[in-house]
């Protein structure tokens, strides 16, 4: 029986588009290019309008970014052919990966539509004005830059005063997190444990100062409590003489699973095996045991294998319906909605009814960790891990963690690097998709491996896997889990097995070393 399906065939193919995403990270804080507005519509409520990207210099750029104010009553409603965030009345737009390589002279245009009357106003295109001519002469930066305090969502921030100012601008990345008149702001929303790098710039009717050195802070719930979530591996009840969970727990002090697989049991309707009552048979049986040892679950919806539920419901409300079922079934902290197939990962309509359906989760549970986990190259993303990351980010949808898979991947010989090249690749693609820092990015990945030998016969050894870790944990990953605990044990020269991990090593070995994380 195979373990996981291989991907070769579908990993070769967005190697490329991996490697050009990854290179369109923020640009630089000043490049020689302009942006014209220009309204293209009117009618009462609002308007269309357009801006108009020009690269002035002699020399190329390879990506963009416009900032701009509107009035208080007036916000973007859509636009196209860029990304826009807002915060408060900030708008940022950056180019897509289609247009923002820019060579001298030429221009690239996006468009949008504003509800209210207000023109956009302090804009600026990479940093500089829009009109040209350098940075504006605006406010002198503001010094001091501190963090005041931490909490399990939140950051909060103070710096010096600068005369002469309208506001201050909060940033994280290019990406500006809080807009205030005070000399202090709290941002909230924050994944638990996680690592965020702020700057802060003046601004006033000529424009905005230079952003001030960085200050880094980390949120609280890192230890006690669900920071052990972090560390969850595979659990399947019912395929590969499962072992007790209690009797992993004791001998690992591992406390969370991840429970495989919540499918379709017939249309919109979750089961797990897609035959097995949400509260009764193997897996509720394992999930008790689980938690009156002191654990907890994660359930994982998809897989390799099976009737999924995203091609079966019929839109984003219906399939976060489903979802809302399984929460619901077990009072869950976390999902984890593993889109591996090509019935849902290569399938755009579907990937677009999952993030819709995970933005509608987080709405009515704010508290709930998000999870997706996803096949990768040895680069990185493929086109559809691309895809599904640049779509949540236009999309608005905050996914707490984004977690390859680094097998089964053709990763050779060595597969501490290929593995590590996969999780940089990720970071690359989700700097560029959201305007995060490298910790904020490594804050929101995650490394989901195979121990021992994969179905392509890549050997990840215990001692390969301590390095992976070792590697996760120094950046701040949020999640280090495998595949899975039914193989977490010894059966040297066994091949690829349900049962055990195929090479020497001790039971629960990798578990223990995930522990460790």
């Given at each position: 029986m195979k373990l996981r399906s291989p991907r070769a065939a579908i990993f070769a193919a967005g190697i490329a588009a991996a490697v050009v995403a990854a290179t369109l990270i923020a640009p630089s804080a000043a490049s020689a290019a302009t942006a014209a507005f220009v309204r293209t519509a009117n009618w009462s409520s609002g308007y269309e309008a357009r801006f108009t990207v020009t690269n002035d210099a002699s020399t190329s750029i390879s990506s963009w970014n416009v900032q701009f104010d509107l009035p208080t009553g007036s916000s973007v409603s859509s636009f196209w052919d860029t990304t826009i965030t807002t915060s408060g009345q900030r708008v940022t737009a950056v180019n897509r990966s289609w247009n923002?390589?820019?060579?001298?002279?030429?221009?690239?245009?996006?468009?949008?539509?504003?509800?209210?009357?207000?023109?956009p106003t302090n804009c600026t295109v990479n940093g500089a004005s829009c009109t040209g001519g350098g940075t504006p002469t605006g406010p002198a930066t503001p010094g001091g830059l501190r963090v005041t305090g931490t909490a399990t969502s939140s950051i909060s921030l103070a710096w010096n005063a600068v005369t002469g100012v309208t506001g201050y601008r909060v940033y994280e990345g290019d990406a500006v997190k809080a807009t205030v008149t005070a000399t202090s702001a709290t941002v909230s929303g924050l994944a638990t444990c996680s690592a965020h790098s702020y700057t802060v710039a003046a601004?006033?009717?000529?424009?905005?100062?230079?952003?001030s050195p960085a200050v880094s802070g980390t949120t609280t719930g890192c230890t006690g409590g669900t920071g052990s979530m972090a560390v969850a591996p595979y659990y399947y009840p019912g395929w590969g003489n499962p072992p007790a969970p209690a009797t992993v727990m004791s001998a690992t002090g591992v406390k969370w699973f991840t429970m495989a697989f919540i499918l379709s049991g017939g249309g919109c309707t979750p089961a797990w095996d897609g035959t097995g009552s949400l509260t009764s048979g193997a897996h509720?049986?394992?999930?008790?045991?689980?938690?009156?040892a002191g654990g907890d679950i994660i359930p994982s919806i998809g897989g390799w294998s099976g009737n999924k539920l995203g091609p079966?419901?019929?839109?984003?409300?219906e399939l976060a319906g489903a979802y809302q079922k399984v929460i619901d079934a077990y009072g869950l902290k976390a999902i984890d909605v593993d889109i591996e197939n090509s019935d849902e990962f290569e399938n755009a309509v579907v990937q677009d009814r999952i993030l819709g359906a995970l933005k509608i989760v987080k709405q009515k549970n704010p508290?709930?960790?998000t999870i997706i986990t996803f096949g990768t190259a040895t680069t990185g993303p493929t086109s559809h891990g691309i895809r599904l990351i640049n779509q949540a980010a236009a999309l608005g949808v905050d996914i707490d963690t984004y977690t390859i898979m680094?097998?089964?991947?053709?990763?050779?010989?060595?597969?501490?690097?290929?593995?590590?090249n996969a999780a940089e690749g990720l970071k690359n693609a989700l700097k560029s998709a959201f305007g995060w820092?490298?910790?904020?990015?490594?804050?929101?990945?995650g490394i989901s491996g195979m121990n021992g030998l994969s179905d392509q016969q890549e050997l990840t050894s215990p001692a390969t896997w301590t390095q992976i870790r070792d590697w996760a944990k120094a950046r701040g990953l949020s999640r280090f889990t495998f595949w899975s605990v039914n193989r977490d044990r010894p059966c040297p020269g066994g091949g690829v097995m349900e049962n055990c991990s195929g090479i020497a090593q001790n039971n629960w070995e990798f578990t223990s070393i995930s522990v460790g994380f």
């Open positions: 923002g390589s820019l060579a001298p002279g030429a221009s690239a245009s996006f468009g949008f539509i504003v509800t209210g009357s207000g023109d601004y006033n009717a000529s424009g905005e100062s230079a952003k509720a049986n394992a999930i008790a045991a689980i938690r009156a079966n419901c019929s839109s984003a409300a508290g709930i960790k680094p097998f089964d991947f053709n990763g050779g010989a060595n597969m501490y690097q290929s593995t590590i820092s490298d910790a904020t990015a490594y804050s929101r990945m």
